[in-house]
């Protein structure tokens, strides 16, 4: 999907694209972009598809953040095992990424029911919905939160924290 989708991104004007990477970052299709990363991102460390990315939360983390570049900032989520943090760290120190944050958790404060509320989060203070269903999405939004803030203070972006209350909450999943 990624060597198709690079192409649209391009032609269609895209000014941001977010690109999940799939399992893995360094093995990743994600890193034949030519575009280096304005931020890259790891988000969870869990003990998922051990036989691919590693039998610890360190190899794990190791192998998500073959997505790092040089001179681009890398934002984590607070809230990962000890292990993969340290692993994130050495990781982004080798590569030389310009900067490291550990994104806070965002706080789950309402909604979500069986309604199909939306959950309301804060982080840094701010209140907001997440249109995208399921818990982990509260991690997420955490960490979305401060990779657009490292943006904000890039000062190449116009983000307001309105901007991205509204992003978060209008965003969806097709299907």
Request: net charge negative; charged share 20%.
């Amino acid at each position: 999907m990624i060597p198709l989708s690079s192409p649209f991104t391009v032609n269609a004007g895209v000014d941001v694209a977010v690109v999940e990477v799939g399992m893995g970052g360094k093995d990743d299709a994600t890193n034949v972009r030519r575009k280096g990363p304005e931020v890259a991102i790891v988000t969870s460390i869990g003990l998922d598809h051990t036989e691919f990315l590693g039998d610890t939360h360190a190899k794990i983390a190791t192998t998500k953040s073959g997505i790092f570049r040089k001179g681009a900032p890398a934002v984590y989520s607070a809230g990962i095992p000890m292990e993969a943090e340290e692993a994130i760290l050495a990781s982004a120190a080798s590569t030389g990424c310009s900067q490291v944050i550990a994104a806070p958790l965002a706080e789950r404060i309402g909604g979500g029911g069986m309604g199909g509320a939306p959950v309301k989060a804060r982080w840094d203070g701010i209140e907001f919905d997440i249109g995208i269903r399921g818990g982990y999405q509260v991690e997420n939004a955490g960490v979305a939160f401060a990779a657009l803030r490292v943006m904000q203070a890039s000062g190449g972006w116009d983000i307001t924290d309105s901007h991205i209350c509204e992003g978060m909450s209008d965003a969806r999943i097709a299907g």
